[in-house]
């Protein structure tokens, strides 16, 4: 299966349902999950008004697409529907795509349809779009068809939201590969200037 542009915006209705907040929707994604974690791009500010910046990144740390490729592996174990997955990528990376959004306050993104596997790999060739000049940016949303978790990487925060079940979020803490830490998303989190 390949990633495939998604004209039936219905799969994303639990998002743009929510009455949540813009800005803890689009970085934890829909309420109800029993545990939330961050999965850390960049350490957490050690003080007040630091700017990224000033934050230095080991020559070989994993790019965050690595890092996401790695939680998605763990995830995958924890849904029921690993063969039946959607993405959102923001409409703000300047790709040029033919079709309805879904939109939340604030954000809009295209939706894709595919598998784990294939959110993980971007799909084949031409079916993630790439960004002019650059990188081929990540998914700003990510679950499979049974809401069994969601994946948030919005485009401002240092880190990547995550919800899903307790013991999820446990193989997630526990694997030595990716920096997570819980979270609560009803509570402020870390934020460099």
């Known amino acids: 299966m390949t990633l495939r542009l998604c004209s039936d915006l219905s799969p994303a209705d639990w998002i743009t349902s929510s009455d949540l907040p813009w800005d803890r ?71 040029v795509l033919d079709g309805p959004k879904v939109v939340v306050p604030n954000r809009a993104y295209f939706l894709f349809r595919g598998t784990v596997s294939d959110v993980r790999d971007r799909g084949s060739a031409g079916t993630w779009p790439s960004r002019p000049g650059s990188d081929l940016p990540g998914p700003a949303l990510v679950w499979p068809a049974d809401h069994a978790w969601c994946v948030a990487h919005d485009v401002d925060p240092h880190w990547i939201g995550i919800g899903a079940g307790t013991a999820a979020i446990d193989d997630l803490l526990s694997d030595p590969r990716i920096d997570v830490v819980r979270a609560d998303p009803r509570e402020e989190q870390p934020r460099y200037r």
């Open 25 to 95: 929707l689009v970085t934890f994604g829909p309420a109800g999950f029993p545990a939330y974690a961050r999965l850390r791009l960049l350490p957490d500010p050690d003080h007040p008004g630091q700017s990224e910046n000033d934050v230095t990144v080991a020559e070989d740390a994993p790019s965050d697409h690595a890092r996401l490729t790695v939680a998605l592996q763990v995830l995958e174990h924890h849904t029921r529907t690993p063969e039946d997955c959607y993405s959102c990528l923001w409409d703000g990376w300047g790709t």
